[in-house]
Structure formats: C-alpha cells, structure tokens
C-alpha cells in the first residue's frame, strides 16, 4: 500500500510540474534594434545606384533598395519619409564582380567567387556621433562549370540579404 502511495504522489507531481512547465512559456521576439523611439521615429532612403565598373547587373539595383527598405519597415516601428528623416541612409553599390578562386589539374578555373560591395553613408539626426560612412560587402562561390546567368539571381539576392543585415546591424542595433 506504501509503494502505490508513493506512485500516486510521484505521478501527481510530475503532473503538477508538467502542467506548470507547460502554463509556463516565455515569449520573446528579437529582432536586434534597439533604437529610442521616444527620440528616432522617422527613417529616409536615398536611391542606392549600381556604379559598379566590372559587371552590371540590370535588376541588382531595384533588388537591393527594396530588401534594404524592407528590412527596416519590418522589424521596426520607424515610419518612411522621402528625405529628412531622423534616419537617413545613402550609398551606392560600388562593386559588383568576379573572380577565379579555384584551377584545377588541367589549368581552367574550377571556382568562381561572385563579390558584392556597397557604400553606405548614415545620419543619425537625433545624435550625429551615431553618423558614419562605411562599405558592407558579401560573396558567393559558385562552379565554374555554370552559367553566371543561371545563378546570378540566387547568389545575389544572398548577397543583398547579407548586406542588408550587415547595415541593419550597424545602424540600429547598435552592434
């Protein structure tokens, strides 16, 4: 009769314990800003040019504004203005190019390294110490085997995502 007894308070308190853990969750969003909203409340984007001298991508540029404008719009509470915002950022993609990263045995190219860089200049008009001028850049191998063309599109909006998180990071989150 002791052991069932000793069962039944075992099973009751893992249950009891069970339903605590369960009741219990911790809900936590991180999204990495940390921006003073009772001071920044507004961001602005100046077009973000391809001047890039080896390649030229046509869509590169639209991709790359909107990512960088999305990202923003999505894990903050910032409101967008055409120019004079609390937040401003300008730059441009600056480069834009390939280069061979691998030879094999037979002396071609086995790798090749697709490379993206852009300049970002940021005001921060509640606090210009904040302000800054910096270049962000990411890359992406690829076979050599393959077309640029068939991966391009792929390899680069990698790229851009990277970058763009690079400048979230730089600019708001205070990383």
Known sequence: MDLIKKCWKRVAFLSV??????????????????????KVKTISFENF??????????????????ALQDIYMQQTRLKQLRQGGDLELAGEIVKYDAYNKGVGSDGYSTMVEL?????????????????????????????????????????VSQMIDEIVEQIFNATVANW
């Open 115 to 155: 490379r993206m860089t852009v300049n970002v200049r940021f005001v921060n008009n509640t606090n210009h110490t904040e302000d800054f001028e910096q270049q962000f850049s990411a890359s992406r191998e690829y076979d050599s085997k393959q077309q640029l063309s068939s991966v391009q599109e792929d390899l």
């Open 49 to 66: 040019p391809n001047r890039s001298d080896a390649f030229v991508w046509g869509p590169m540029e639209s991709m790359f504004n909107i």
């Open 17 to 38: 314990a069970l339903c605590a853990l369960v009741a219990c969750t911790v809900s936590y969003k991180f999204n990495g800003a940390s921006i003073n909203y009772d």
